[in-house]
């Protein structure tokens, strides 16, 4: 079955960047479009943006100035960078797998971001 | 504030069927842009439980079901048992913000 691993920093220091990895196993990773998605802790959840195989992306607006996914087809994994950082970016931040740009079928089990000095 | 209206929480004994509203507009469920629905257990990820409207993925309980009516959605719970407590989320998409997915803001569901 298809399965997705987050990795990359617990912590990270206000002003500077955000950078997590998400490693696909079952599924080819040009089966889907794979998306980021974050939750504050105690609060709901926020779609970050998708990114097909080709390259082609799609962000949420409100965070579109300082967000960028990318794919590694090689490497079967996709990542998030989300520049310039403050408190309201600390959250877990899920990778998942969506369904023709649809839904968000499957999903991983989410990587807590820690943001302070 | 989000795009997509939940009510907070809901309750309900073993047994008892619930519902959960989801409460969108013109630029999202109203313009007939499928809903879903997704459970989160304490301390783990959402799971996908329900898709375009009224569809369940393999494994999912029949005790689940979805439904979409003009600019809600709905999603129903009979028969509750204790380890359905968790988190519920509606997910559409809108037209007002530039091909965004969007999330309602959870629905805290409680089993007496």
């Known amino acids: 079955q298809v399965q997705l691993q987050e990795s990359g920093p617990g912590l990270v220091k206000p002003s500077e960047t955000l950078s997590l990895t998400c490693t696909v196993s079952?599924?080819?990773?040009?089966?889907?479009?794979w998306s980021w998605i974050r939750q504050p802790p105690g609060k709901g959840l926020e779609w970050i943006g998708f990114?097909?195989?080709?390259?082609?992306?799609n962000y949420n607006p409100s965070l579109k100035s300082r967000v960028t996914i990318s794919v590694d087809t090689s490497k079967n994994q996709f990542s998030l960078k989300v520049k310039s950082v403050t408190a309201a970016d600390a959250a877990v931040y899920y990778c998942a797998a969506m369904d023709h740009a649809e839904y968000f079928q499957h999903w991983g089990q989410g990587t807590l971001v820690t943001v302070s000095s | 504030q989000s795009v997509l209206t939940q009510p907070p929480s809901v309750s309900g004994a073993p047994g008892q069927r619930v519902t959960i509203s989801c409460t969108g507009s013109s630029s999202n469920i109203g313009a007939k842009y499928d809903v879903h629905w997704y459970q989160q257990l304490p301390g783990t990820a959402p799971k996908l439980l329900i898709y375009g409207n009224n569809n369940r993925p393999s494994g999912v309980p029949d005790r689940f079901s979805g439904s979409k009516s003009g600019t809600s959605a709905s999603l129903a719970i009979s028969g509750l048992q204790a380890e359905d407590e968790a988190d519920y989320y509606c997910q559409s998409y809108d037209t007002s913000l530039s091909g965004s997915r969007v999330f309602g803001g959870g629905t805290k569901l409680t089993v007496l």
């Open positions: 079952g599924a080819s990773i040009n089966s889907y479009y």
């Open positions: 990114i097909y195989y080709s390259g082609s992306t």
